[in-house]
Nanobody, 121 residues
Framework: QVKLIESGGGLVQAGDSLRLSCAIV????????IGWFRQAPGKARTFVCM????????YCADFAKGRFTVSRNNARNTASLQMNDLKPEDTGVYYC??????????????WGQGTQVTVST
C-alpha cells in the first residue's frame, strides 16, 4: 500500500514556474511508479507525466514536453514535477498517483489529495 501527499501548488502568473512535490509513504520495499495527472474544472482527469520506480524511465504528454520535468529522489521518498513557462490552460488540480506503467488514470490504484495550480494571465 502506498500513501501519497502532494504539495507545492499555488497561484502564479503566466510564464512563471512551479515545482510540485509528492511525498511517498510505502510499506514495501518496491519502488512505485509515480504518475502525475491534472484535472481542470469541469473536465476529465488527464495524464501529465510519469516516472518509473528507479527513476530511469520517464514519459510526458505532448503538452508537457519541453516545459515539464518529472524526477524523484528515492532516498527521500519523493517525486517532483517541475513546471516551467506555465500557461493559463495549465490551471487545475494536480495529483500524483501510484500504478502500472501507463498513462491511463483508471489503472492507478493510489492517489494523493491533489494540489491546486492556478495560472493567471
Amino acid at each position: 500500500q502506498v500513501k501519497l501527499i502532494e504539495s507545492g501548488g499555488g497561484l502564479v502568473q503566466a510564464g512563471d514556474s512551479l515545482r510540485l512535490s509528492c511525498a511517498i509513504v510505502r510499506r514495501t520495499s518496491t519502488l512505485p511508479n509515480i504518475g502525475w495527472f491534472r484535472q481542470a474544472p469541469g473536465k476529465a482527469r488527464t495524464f501529465v507525466c510519469m516516472i518509473s520506480g528507479s527513476g530511469g524511465g520517464t514519459y510526458c504528454a505532448d503538452f508537457a514536453k519541453g516545459r515539464f520535468t518529472v524526477s524523484r529522489n528515492n532516498a527521500r521518498n519523493t517525486a517532483s514535477l517541475q513546471m516551467n513557462d506555465l500557461k493559463p490552460e495549465d490551471t487545475g488540480v494536480y495529483y500524483c498517483a501510484n500504478g502500472p506503467w501507463t498513462n491511463r488514470s483508471d489503472s492507478y490504484n493510489f492517489w494523493g489529495q491533489g494540489t491546486q495550480v492556478t495560472v493567471s494571465t
